[in-house]
């Protein structure tokens, strides 16, 4: 993911990225206590995301942190700020592993790095979108549950 000191100072928060598309718009998103911020660069279409799927998964990591999760290229993320208050969780039974970034001051699960390098994208949580109605939201069902040992604590 790449930070606003990456980008030129063009744009009002200092990070419009050099392959601008004109085919996308940008997206910003924080944690609940605002320390992340990004955005995301995604179809022009959006918002309100309503001709779009986002996936909801029913793993008990997405199930408990009612996660819903569209997939930009990385390149298309960039953190504004709040790198030093993110951290990963690596769960045990998670193959491939998926590092599920989160916010240490509130706790709120901001996105999934699933460490690829092809195709090279991060799962975003939508619920940090600025202006999203959830409600509308076109969802594609995904069952993560069967694909891992159950989850017993």
Request: net charge negative; glycine share 4%.
């Amino acid at each position: 993911m790449a930070t606003a000191d990456d980008y030129p100072k063009d744009d009002p928060d200092g990070s419009t990225p050099p392959e601008y598309n004109p085919n996308k718009t940008w997206y910003y998103a924080n944690c609940h206590c605002s320390k992340v911020k990004y955005k995301v660069q995604y179809k022009v279409q959006l918002p309100p995301l309503d001709t779009e799927e986002v996936m909801s998964c029913n793993c008990s990591l997405c199930t408990r942190d009612a996660l819903l999760l569209l997939y930009p290229p990385r390149k298309d993320v960039v953190l504004l700020k709040g790198q030093d208050v993110l951290k990963g969780y690596l769960p045990a039974y998670n193959k491939p592993v998926s590092e599920h970034m989160f916010c240490t001051n509130c706790g709120s699960a901001v996105y999934n790095d699933p460490h690829l390098e092809s195709p090279d994208f991060l799962c975003i949580n939508i619920r940090m979108f600025k202006d999203v109605d959830v409600e509308k939201l076109k969802l594609k069902y995904f069952n993560g549950r069967d694909i891992n040992p159950p989850y017993n604590p």
